[in-house]
């Protein structure tokens, strides 16, 4: 072992002591870093690769490949996929990335959304924040969490490919038509960046998929080729998208 590995091995070994992994849910001591404990992890919903092929939601019950949604109205993006279902575990993780600040959450989230991306030769473009908001918050989740995941997968993130060329106001709340025309004609893809590129746009919340929608109208546009969306969380129950 070099001198160098066994300086980073012990000093490894020195911060678990003095600041050891913490669940990122409730807080108690864990065994790894960005690992959910004992209690939480039974309470998170996990989606992984399985449910609709389209969407990702999960089919419970049927032998189906598509749901009844995405039969009837095909979505703009090709595949759409969720790491954990949306709840109050998982809906606080992403208030505390987006709100609190807790920034190492967004390496959290992208463990267990980097298994998700499928096959090679893509690129990924985080959803992004207009410029006042992008202003008064700092950052941008997404992009945090689109850097993570592109550095555990060796891919490429171009975190300008996608503009906000609208302020919209908060979704939250919104029902989803009152969404879609928030975000209708919300972004602007830069065809440079894009153009014949598979996509893999990276959010932190999927709920009725305007905004995604919206990016992906935008990056079709600009001559991108498949497009794809993972998100940390998704809303599997509809009640859930008025929290």
């Known amino acids: 072992m070099s001198t160098s590995s066994l300086t980073r091995r012990v000093a490894?070994?020195?911060?678990?002591?003095?600041?050891?992994?913490?669940?990122?849910?409730?807080g108690v001591i864990t065994d790894e870093l960005h690992a959910f404990c004992a209690t939480c992890w039974p309470s998170i919903h996990f989606l992984g690769d399985g449910g609709c092929?389209?969407?990702?939601?999960?089919?419970?019950?049927?032998?189906?490949?598509?749901?009844?949604?995405?039969?009837a109205e095909p979505p703009?993006?090709?595949?759409?996929?969720?790491?954990?279902?949306?709840?109050?575990?998982t809906r606080s993780l992403a208030i505390r990335l987006k709100y609190g600040r807790k920034v190492a959450l967004a390496r959290t989230m992208a463990k267990y959304l980097a298994p998700l991306l499928k096959g090679e030769q893509v690129l990924i473009v985080p959803v992004p924040l207009h410029r006042g908001r992008l202003w008064n918050r700092g950052f941008n989740q997404a992009q945090l969490i689109a850097r993570e995941v592109a550095r555990v997968a060796h891919a490429p993130i171009a975190p300008l490919a996608l503009r906000r060329v609208k302020r919209t106001p908060s979704l939250r709340g919104l029902s989803g038509r009152q969404r879609r025309q928030a975000v209708r004609a919300a972004f602007i893809a830069d065809p440079a960046q894009?153009?014949?590129?598979?996509?893999?746009?990276?959010?932190?919340?999927?709920?009725?998929?305007?905004?995604?929608?919206?990016?992906?109208?935008?990056?079709?546009?600009?001559?991108?080729?498949?497009?794809?969306?993972?998100?940390?969380?998704?809303?599997?129950?509809?009640?859930?998208?008025?929290?």
Do not use: H, N
Request: charge should be neutral; hydrophobic fraction near 40%.
């Open 12 to 26: 490894g070994m020195v911060l678990d002591f003095a600041l050891p992994p913490r669940c990122p849910a409730c």
């Open 194 to 243: 894009v153009s014949g590129r598979r996509i893999v746009i990276i959010d932190d919340v999927l709920t009725t998929g305007s905004t995604a929608d919206s990016c992906a109208q935008a990056l079709r546009k600009a001559g991108a080729g498949p497009i794809e969306l993972l998100s940390w969380a998704r809303v599997v129950r509809p009640v859930d998208i008025m929290r």
């Open 76 to 89: 703009k993006i090709d595949r759409m996929r969720g790491a954990v279902g949306y709840d109050d575990v």
């Open 53 to 71: 092929d389209t969407c990702g939601l999960p089919l419970e019950g049927t032998e189906a490949d598509r749901c009844g949604r995405c039969l």
